[in-house]
């Protein structure tokens, strides 16, 4: 026990961070939207729709939502209702249909407090200081506090895997886009200790399944 004790505080000191994993949270919630999106509350209801595909129903983000947050941050969101949580790892399929293009992307929401105050993942396919990039709103434009070097993220037409982990105690931010085991982005950020989490996309469109999302549930956001 002594050695592993040791062993870990040696990682630490390399910078090295240890994997949170999913199985050591409950499970908070899941969604495969087979019975409709009631748990969810988007900022425009009328871009968002369950959609019947070869797969299932979807959850689909299919229209730019007809929403103006109060500063620089992404239009399309669906917010989980009535789920606070801490600690949490967030999983999905996701399918970006939109074009091709730079900015390509899909948002994940999380630390969420109110319309000025979040962070949100931008997986974006070419990184740059606005997309590609963990971010944080805080009562001002969104502002990348991303660690890492981001590569972006290479979006086909296809389902892909997403993962957010979010550890409280050291701030640590970590996305992954198909390869679950080693994360594209990685941030620390302490500002937002708990908060609602949510699907979306800054300015494009995008289908959701197999949501799934473990972690510490907080009562009353506090």
Same mark, same amino acid.
């Given at each position: =026990?002594? %050695?592993?004790?040791? +062993?870990?505080?040696?990682?630490?000191?390399?910078?090295?961070?240890?994997?949170?994993?999913?199985?050591?949270?409950?499970?908070?919630?899941?969604?495969?939207? *087979?019975?409709?999106?009631?748990?969810?509350?988007?900022?425009?209801?009328?871009?968002?729709?369950?959609?019947?595909?070869?797969?299932?129903?979807?959850?689909?983000?299919?229209?730019?939502?007809?929403?103006?947050?109060?500063?620089?941050?992404?239009?399309?969101?669906?917010?989980?209702?009535?789920?606070?949580?801490?600690?949490?790892?967030?999983? +999905?399929?996701?399918?970006?249909?939109?074009?091709?293009?730079?900015?390509?992307?899909?948002?994940?929401?999380?630390?969420?407090?109110?319309?000025?105050?979040?962070?949100?993942?931008?997986?974006?396919?070419?990184?740059?200081?606005?997309?590609?990039?963990?971010?944080?709103? @805080?009562?001002?434009?969104?502002?990348?506090?991303?660690?890492? *070097? +981001?590569?972006?993220?290479? #979006?086909?037409?296809?389902?892909?895997?997403?993962?957010?982990?979010?550890?409280?105690?050291?701030?640590?931010? *970590?996305?992954?886009?198909?390869? =679950?085991?080693?994360?594209? =982005?990685?941030?620390?950020?302490?500002?937002?200790?708990?908060?609602?989490?949510?699907?979306? +996309?800054?300015?494009?469109?995008?289908? #959701?399944?197999?949501? *799934?999302? %473990?972690?510490?549930?907080?009562? @009353?956001?506090?």
């Amino acid at each position: =026990m002594l %050695r592993l004790v040791l +062993s870990i505080a040696m990682l630490a000191c390399f910078g090295y961070v240890l994997p949170a994993i999913a199985a050591d949270l409950p499970l908070v919630f899941e969604d495969n939207f *087979e019975n409709g999106a009631d748990n969810w509350q988007p900022t425009d209801a009328k871009a968002w729709k369950v959609n019947v595909t070869d797969q299932g129903k979807v959850y689909e983000q299919f229209k730019m939502s007809n929403y103006k947050p109060p500063h620089r941050s992404p239009f399309n969101i669906s917010l989980l209702k009535d789920v606070v949580v801490g600690d949490f790892v967030l999983t +999905s399929r996701v399918k970006s249909t939109t074009r091709d293009y730079g900015h390509r992307d899909v948002c994940i929401i999380f630390g969420y407090q109110d319309p000025a105050h979040f962070y949100y993942a931008h997986m974006g396919k070419k990184a740059d200081p606005y997309a590609g990039q963990i971010m944080i709103v @805080n009562d001002a434009p969104r502002k990348m506090i991303t660690k890492n *070097e +981001s590569p972006g993220v290479p #979006w086909t037409d296809d389902w892909h895997s997403v993962k957010i982990v979010r550890r409280v105690a050291d701030g640590t931010i *970590e996305v992954y886009f198909d390869n =679950m085991e080693k994360p594209i =982005m990685i941030a620390e950020d302490k500002t937002f200790a708990s908060g609602r989490i949510g699907l979306g +996309s800054f300015d494009d469109t995008a289908q #959701w399944d197999q949501v *799934e999302l %473990r972690g510490q549930k907080v009562d @009353n956001g506090k």
